[in-house]
């Protein structure tokens, strides 16, 4: 069975960090995962834990690309994370290298992917959280299409 979404209530930091880790052990070539939140949501945090369960050795190296707008981290795949808080439109991402980098064969991270939408993959993990609380937050990862489904169902399947 192909599992489109899942939905978590994270309680604290932590938790943020080891849905990350989750999700970096079942990544696969090609991924494009989309994060979407507010300020202080976690998404970067999300990020560290995604690095750490792709191999990477030192989470701390994990930053927000906010002002240098693209990193990448080695790992079991390669791993570039975005930041398109700055950016005014998916053209931009695409002047970046935003397709070479989706077509590498490693994972694309974009933080903020809901301002460039129009240039993301049609096949994304998207992953929306949402603050519930000071510690507190919801998160839905939502599926669009084979690879995304993949690793969904990789992701379920390593928590039971």
Same mark, same amino acid.
């Given at each position: 069975?192909?599992? +489109?979404?899942?939905?978590? *209530?994270? +309680?604290?930091?932590?938790? +943020?960090?080891?849905?990350? *880790?989750?999700?970096?052990?079942?990544?696969? *070539?090609?991924l494009t995962i989309g994060l979407v939140g507010p300020l202080g949501a976690g998404k970067?945090?999300?990020?560290?834990?995604?690095?750490?369960?792709?191999?990477?050795?030192?989470?701390?190296?994990?930053?927000?690309?906010?002002?240098?707008?693209?990193?990448?981290?080695?790992?079991?795949?390669?791993?570039?994370?975005?930041? +398109?808080?700055?950016?005014?439109?998916?053209?931009?991402?695409?002047?970046?290298?935003f397709d070479e980098m989706v077509q590498a064969g490693g994972t694309v991270v974009v933080e903020w992917a809901d301002r460039v939408r129009d240039v993301m993959p049609d096949d994304t993990l998207w992953i929306e959280l949402t603050i519930t609380g000071d510690t507190q937050r919801s998160v839905r990862l939502r599926s669009t299409g084979p690879i995304s489904a993949g690793v969904l169902d990789g992701l379920r399947s390593a928590e039971h």
């Open positions: 069975m192909t599992v +489109t979404s899942i939905d978590r *209530e994270l +309680t604290c930091l932590q938790d +943020t960090h080891s849905l990350g *880790e989750s999700i970096g052990s079942v990544l696969v *070539e090609g970067t945090h999300l990020v560290k834990g995604i690095a750490t369960g792709n191999g990477i050795e030192d989470a701390q190296q994990v930053t927000s690309p906010t002002f240098t707008l693209v990193h990448e981290y080695p790992g079991t795949f390669p791993l570039y994370h975005l930041d +398109t808080y700055r950016l005014g439109s998916g053209g931009e991402l695409l002047a970046l290298g």
